[in-house]
C-alpha cells in the first residue's frame, strides 16, 4: 500500500530532550515537506526537500532540522524542544513533477513539551 | 494578509442541500488551486484541483476559479453526513510551495 509512515504518533516529552520524528514514504516521491498544525493557524511549512540531500526552509523552520540522506526518509529532528513546538505535525510526500501539489500525508504525530 | 484566507466556521448546512466553501488568496501569480479534506483526527487528502478559470465537476464536487477577484471556491451537491470535515483550499505560490488556508468546518446535519 503506498503510503507516509510517520512515528511516532503520540509524544510527551520535557524542555530540551532532543526528538526526532521519523517519515518514511514508499512512493519513490522526490519531495518530502513537514508541517505543524495548530488551531487558528493552518498547516505551516517548516521545511521541505526536492530529493535526497536537497533541503530548504519552509515558513516556520526555527528549532528543526532535517535530513534527507535516502529518497524515502526524511526525519525531523528537534534538538531542544520547547513548549511553543507543542503541535500536530505531518510530513507529506509528493512526485516532483506534480509541483509538490498532490501531497500524500502521513497520519500525523501529536507532540507535546513540558 | 495572510496569504490564503478561508471562513473558519462551521458551516451547517442539511442533509442534501449544496454547501458553498469560499477561499480568497493574495498572490495574484498563483496558478494551482486545490482542495484537501481532512476529517477530525486524521490527515488532509486531496479531494480537487483547478488551474484555469471557470468550474471544474467532479461527482458531487465542483471547483470554482476567478483568477482577477482571486477566488476560489468548492461547491458541494446533495451534502452528505459524511461530508463533515474541515475543508483546505490550497494555493501553489511557485517554488514548489503550496500554502493552506486555516480551512473551514462543515457540518451537514442528517
Known amino acids: 500500500e503506498a503510503q507516509v509512515t510517520q512515528n511516532p504518533r503520540y509524544l510527551i516529552t520535557v524542555t530540551g530532550k532532543k526528538l526526532t520524528v521519523t517519515c518514511s514514504q514508499n512512493?519513490?516521491?522526490?519531495?518530502m515537506s513537514w508541517y505543524r498544525q495548530d488551531p487558528g493557524l493552518g498547516l505551516r511549512q517548516i521545511y521541505y526537500s526536492m530529493n535526497v540531500e536537497a533541503t530548504d526552509k519552509g515558513d516556520v523552520p526555527e528549532g528543526y532540522k532535517v535530513s534527507r540522506k535516502e529518497k524515502r526518509n526524511f526525519p525531523l529532528i528537534l534538538e531542544s524542544p520547547s513548549p511553543n513546538q507543542t503541535s500536530l505535525y505531518f510530513c507529506?510526500?509528493?512526485?516532483?513533477?506534480?509541483?509538490?501539489?498532490?501531497?500524500?500525508f502521513g497520519a500525523g504525530s501529536r507532540l507535546t513539551v513540558l | 494578509q495572510k496569504e490564503v484566507e478561508q471562513n473558519s466556521g462551521p458551516l451547517s448546512v442539511p442533509e442534501g442541500a449544496i454547501a458553498s466553501l469560499n477561499c480568497t488568496y493574495s498572490d495574484r501569480v498563483s496558478q494551482s488551486f486545490f482542495w484537501y479534506r481532512q476529517y477530525s483526527g486524521k490527515s488532509p487528502e486531496l479531494i480537487m484541483s483547478?488551474?484555469?478559470?471557470g468550474d471544474k465537476e467532479d461527482g458531487r464536487f465542483t471547483a470554482q476559479l476567478n483568477k482577477a477577484s482571486q477566488y476560489v471556491s468548492l461547491l458541494i451537491r446533495d451534502s452528505q453526513p459524511s461530508d463533515s470535515a474541515t475543508y483546505l483550499c490550497?494555493?501553489?505560490?511557485?517554488?514548489?510551495?503550496?500554502?493552506f488556508g486555516t480551512g473551514t468546518r462543515l457540518l451537514v446535519s442528517p
Open positions: 512512493m519513490n516521491h522526490e519531495y
Open positions: 483547478i488551474y484555469s478559470n
Open positions: 507529506a510526500s509528493s512526485l516532483l513533477y506534480s509541483g509538490a501539489n498532490v501531497l500524500t
Open positions: 490550497a494555493v501553489n505560490t511557485g517554488f514548489q510551495k503550496l500554502v
